[in-house]
């Protein structure tokens, strides 16, 4: 679509490309090529006239004062000076050279930031670039979020024909997320709507979370515990599950090798136990369990960040993993499998076992920790180490595309010390984060609407229920008389300045000549089952519905067992059990993580003063019944301390956030010891360690659930507050009294 209206205003039809959302999108365009406005697209058949603030701020985030127009330089003053694109590509490409020659491929690092994430070709490309240069050390935001997925069906095995989804489901279990507002779980493709409709049609949905989240409010069994005990809670349900006889007994037979061993090592998951160490009521998970696996009959168990990212993660999605596997939530021989690929490909589809594969256990390890690779990376829980530690291989070089790592890989200050220690560190990034100001380039690229793109493949199997995809073509030119760079081209002519082919997705690229976008897009859609042409044609996405897939029996891949407990599992429940037992309390309450709707992590803060007054910076929200024993004003100042460090914030009163703890988003702040706490709120990765609290096999460091205390502290009212650089910050400490003792 793309008609022009009296005014000379021009209507285009896009998609957003800030999160897994990817809403369909009408961009009203000015005679000067310039976004006006942005509204969802009724016509949209995924996401039906959706949009949220994010999206209809995009005019905000394009033509913000706040973006970097061209790249820039750090000059030895500290100061950032402009420079042209190709003058600072032939720059790092001849320091990225010094230090190949000097120290090995192994010194070269790429951190994907979630930015990064979202533009279709450099899903591939950036690691394909890491393998032109031969370095394995690529870090992305995957460690740090929920890649107790990955270590999960790496230790229970995969079934390569899927599993059931939200829409054919009657019950569907949810722990610790709140997809109404992430856009991440359950169906995202206008959640509340489609949430609405499934209750409709009886679904029963049960969420587990220690605040009455948006989502929760659509519970019909809700469950608030302490955080941290999601280990516990779904191992309770699995007991009871397995003693009610509430799982499927055949689909065990045939497809679990260790149901016995199981049960054996969940003895001691009494219901009354649990419940205790949760703080629940009594009969809560035998009515959760009863719901899940006794009068549900299709649907998951699934995970957010909240328990991904709590002590004991990687037990925890394992043990919620295997709810679905004991009730063999399974598509089976001869059903058809619902999405089967569109841009990934249409692989064999079995209903059957493929055995543990466990791939961190084969392949390259990292210097620090001796971690395998998840997901085929390197696990960013020890980033800042393999900066920090000298040695042979340690990183030099940091290109960070997309991300923000000083503000969101925990503990922040020696994440910030490292960053502040390397060579060499490149950010391919709109707008001056903390991150970028630590950069010694910073190359700012084209945003969403400049660029033609497909959506975030590589989740399109999970949110998309049949296979879909959509090519958008560029909306808008970039402002006029800017140098932003195709980020794409950053990575091809960095190669192409070091004398190193690129392959793209398996296809050798010319080094001579750039590509253009629409080549590498059409590389990037080479497997789909609809010739490229054709998926540019179909302005509203193309659907395709030929030749329907449907589970084959196993082979000789897939006729394996899943094994629900291996040594390395067994091993963490007794550690469980044991730091339940121990569970000393000198801290009274827990900090859990949590998104707010207008903030995507960091992003669209200072580029977009629309959602800075909607959200000027983190709060904290407490209970209300907390505060008044701790005698918090609403309004007032607290400083929240854990082992690692402190943070001081504004309080919010919030209902629904249970007794003991205390909720704030991530992705706030500045750099530590600059913190403006008022105009920029906190970073919470301040209070994370990485030198202890971190799972094996990834490295997932403790994110949420973080024992802290708190402290009532006299500071100004937000209104009252002096200009930014008057601001009191870490001074507040000094008049603060402890007040934590009170409760928990
Ligand atoms: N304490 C704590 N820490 C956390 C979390 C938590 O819950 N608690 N959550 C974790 C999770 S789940 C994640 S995913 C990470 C996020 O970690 P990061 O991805 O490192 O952080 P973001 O703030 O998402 O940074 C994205 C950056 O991309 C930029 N950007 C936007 N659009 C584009 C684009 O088109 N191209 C490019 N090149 N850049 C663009 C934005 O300006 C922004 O600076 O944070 C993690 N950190
Ligand atoms: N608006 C918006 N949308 C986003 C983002 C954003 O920043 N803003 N970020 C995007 C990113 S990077 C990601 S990874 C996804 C994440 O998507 P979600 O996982 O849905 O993230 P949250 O909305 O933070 O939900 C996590 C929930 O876990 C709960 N929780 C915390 N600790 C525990 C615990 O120990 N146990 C249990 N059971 N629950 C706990 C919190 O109260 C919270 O409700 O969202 C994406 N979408
Ligand atoms: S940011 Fe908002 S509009 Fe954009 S894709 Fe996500 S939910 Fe949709
Ligand atoms: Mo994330």
Not at 299 to 314: E, V
């Amino acid at each position: 679509m793309s008609h022009v209206d009296q005014s000379g205003f021009t209507e285009k039809r896009s998609f957003c490309r800030i999160c897994t959302g990817v809403c369909g999108t009408v961009v009203t365009v000015d005679q000067n090529e310039r976004i006006v406005a942005v509204r969802g697209d009724n016509d949209d058949p995924q996401t039906m006239g959706f949009i949220c603030s994010k999206g209809a701020g995009a005019a905000d985030a394009h033509y913000s004062d706040e973006r970097i127009l061209h790249p820039l330089k750090r000059m030895p003053n500290g100061k950032f000076e402009r420079i042209t694109l190709e003058q600072a590509l032939t720059e790092i490409a001849e320091k990225l050279k010094t230090i190949l020659d000097r120290d090995g491929p192994e010194a070269i690092a790429a951190y994907r930031g979630s930015g990064g994430f979202f533009t279709a070709i450099c899903l591939s490309l950036l690691p394909n670039w890491m393998q032109a240069i031969g370095s394995p050390k690529l870090f992305s935001t995957l460690t740090i979020d929920q890649s107790a997925k990955v270590v999960a069906a790496g230790r229970l095995g995969y079934w390569p024909a899927g599993m059931q989804r939200f829409q054919t489901a009657d019950v569907s279990l949810l722990f610790g997320s709140n997809p109404l507002v992430s856009i991440a779980h359950l169906d995202t493709r206008n959640p509340l709507k489609r949430l609405k409709e499934a209750k409709a049609r009886g679904l029963k949905l049960i969420v587990i979370d220690p605040r009455r989240t948006e989502t929760a409010k659509f519970a019909d069994v809700f469950i608030q515990p302490l955080p941290g005990n999601d280990a516990l809670i779904a191992g309770a349900l699995l007991r009871i599950i397995l003693d009610e006889g509430w799982h499927d007994v055949e689909f065990c037979d045939r497809y679990v090798g260790d149901l016995t061993e199981l049960r054996a090592a969940l003895e001691p998951f009494t219901e009354q136990f649990v419940e205790q160490c949760a703080d629940i009521a009594p009969g809560s998970l035998r009515e959760a369990a009863e719901v899940f696996a006794h009068t549900g009959t299709r649907g998951l168990a699934g995970t957010g960040t909240g328990p991904d990212m709590s002590a004991f993660s990687n037990l925890t999605e394992h043990l919620v993993q295997t709810l679905n596997v004991v009730c063999g939530r399974f598509i089976r021989e001869g059903e058809e499998v619902s999405n089967s690929g569109f841009l990934v490909g249409r692989g064999p589809r079995q209903a059957g076992v493929m055995p543990a594969p466990r791939p961190w256990e084969h392949g390259p390890k990292s210097r620090i920790g001796n971690y395998g690779l998840i997901g085929g990376e390197m696990v960013t829980g020890v980033l800042a180490d393999e900066i920090l530690q000298p040695g042979v291989g340690q990183v030099k070089f940091l290109l960070n595309h997309g991300g923000n790592p000083a503000q969101a890989i925990p503990d922040q200050r020696k994440m910030v010390k490292a960053l502040r220690s390397l060579e060499l560190m490149v950010s391919i990034e709109p707008y001056m984060t903390p991150s970028a100001a630590l950069s010694d380039y910073i190359l700012p690229p084209k945003l969403h609407y400049e660029r033609a793109d497909l959506p975030i493949y590589i989740f399109e199997t999970i949110f998309f229920p049949t296979p879909y995809t959509r090519y958008t073509a560029k909306v808008v030119e970039p402002p006029v008389d800017s140098e932003v760079c195709d980020e794409w081209y950053v990575l091809w002519s960095l190669a192409q300045r070091l004398n190193r082919p690129l392959t793209y997705m398996g296809v050798p690229l010319d080094m001579q000549t750039p590509p253009t976008e629409d080549q590498l897009l059409g590389i990037t859609a080479k497997d789909a089952p609809v010739p490229f042409d054709e998926i540019k044609r179909q302005t509203l996405g193309c659907f395709y519905d030929g030749e329907k897939q449907i589970a084959l029996p196993p082979d000789a891949m897939t006729s394996g067992k899943f094994s629900t407990m291996p040594d390395d599992v067994r091993d963490e429940v007794a550690a469980l059990l044991k730091a339940s037992l121990d569970a000393k309390q000198n801290f009274s309450f827990r900090m859990i993580s949590r998104r707010t709707r207008h903030r995507f992590n960091s992003f669209g803060f200072a580029a977009q003063p629309g959602l800075k007054r909607l959200l000027p910076h983190n709060f904290a929200y407490m209970n209300p019944a907390d505060m008044a024993a701790l005698k918090i004003a609403d309004n007032g100042w607290i400083k929240v301390e854990s082992d690692n460090g402190a943070i001081t914030v504004i309080v919010q009163a919030e209902d629904g956030v249970r007794s003991g703890v205390v909720s704030i988003s991530h992705g706030f702040g500045g750099l530590p010891d600059e913190d403006d706490f008022i105009e920029d709120g906190a970073s919470t990765n301040l209070l994370i360690s990485t030198d202890r609290d971190l799972q094996s096999i990834n490295a997932m460091p403790r994110m949420s659930g973080i024992p802290v205390n708190i402290y009532a502290v006299t500071a100004p009212l937000r209104n009252a507050v002096p200009a930014k650089t008057t601001t009191p910050t870490h001074a507040t400490s000094k008049t603060s009294s402890p007040a934590s003792a009170a409760v928990g």
